[in-house]
């Protein structure tokens, strides 16, 4: 494991630990649910979260196909034996890699980034610092599927917390009388003081029209 793929892995372990701290922690949906003792939801959604982690280092550490020189010795056993067979002439023949100079089974391509040649090669995928090929592109799907539900849902719980907050109405309806009784200096302070700022204006208005009527009478 290179110190490049260490980041990465651990950026996105912290992500994901980040985001489920944050949406127990703020007054969402998941959090009213733990508290009212349902907690199928956030247990579905903490089972989702570890998985879609659990996928992201079993795709991220896997070999996804690279082809080992070791092979190339097999290789050549198994064409020494079908030449003793007749076998029906082909035109595909194995091609040798110009960089680490083994030989290229189909749809095979050389990554410069890993050094390698993988087996039916995908792309190299910088999120998990590894290629995408023969052996990890089924699980590959399986966590993208998995990432996409979890970002989902947390952004609908994150998206309805930030947009449905309770109104001032409800939080006074809610609230003991003590802290009934201090929202309500507290708004009627806030009047005041609006009344105020109102009054202060009309007279700033009054006096700039008393100037303009001045200037344009001398």
Not at 67 to 84: G, H, L, S, T, W
Not at 115 to 140: A, M, S
């Amino acid at each position: 494991m290179g110190a490049d793929g260490l980041w990465v892995r651990t950026a996105h372990t912290a992500l994901s630990g980040g985001l489920t701290l944050g949406l127990f922690l703020h007054r969402t949906d998941l959090q009213k649910e733990a508290e009212r003792g349902a907690v199928l939801q956030p247990a579905l959604f903490v089972a989702l979260l570890g998985c879609s982690v659990l996928l992201y280092f079993r795709v991220s550490l896997m070999d996804p196909g690279f082809v080992r020189a070791d092979e190339e010795a097999e290789a050549d056993k198994n064409e020494e034996q079908c030449m003793v067979i007749p076998q029906v002439s082909s035109s595909v023949k194995m091609r040798r890699c110009g960089y680490c100079m083994v030989k290229q089974p189909m749809r095979a391509k050389h990554c410069q980034l890993c050094q390698h040649c993988v087996r039916r090669y995908d792309h190299h995928c910088p999120w998990i610092e590894n290629c995408v090929g023969e052996k990890n592109h089924p699980l590959f799907i399986v966590y993208l599927s998995v990432q996409l539900v979890v970002l989902l849902w947390g952004a609908h719980v994150a998206w309805f917390h930030l947009n449905y907050q309770p109104t001032g109405l409800n939080v006074l309806k809610k609230s003991s009388p003590e802290k009934k009784e201090k929202i309500t200096k507290q708004l009627q302070g806030h009047k005041q003081a609006n009344h105020y700022i109102q009054l202060v204006e009309e007279d700033v208005y009054r006096i700039y029209t008393l100037m303009n009527y001045c200037r344009e009478t001398t």
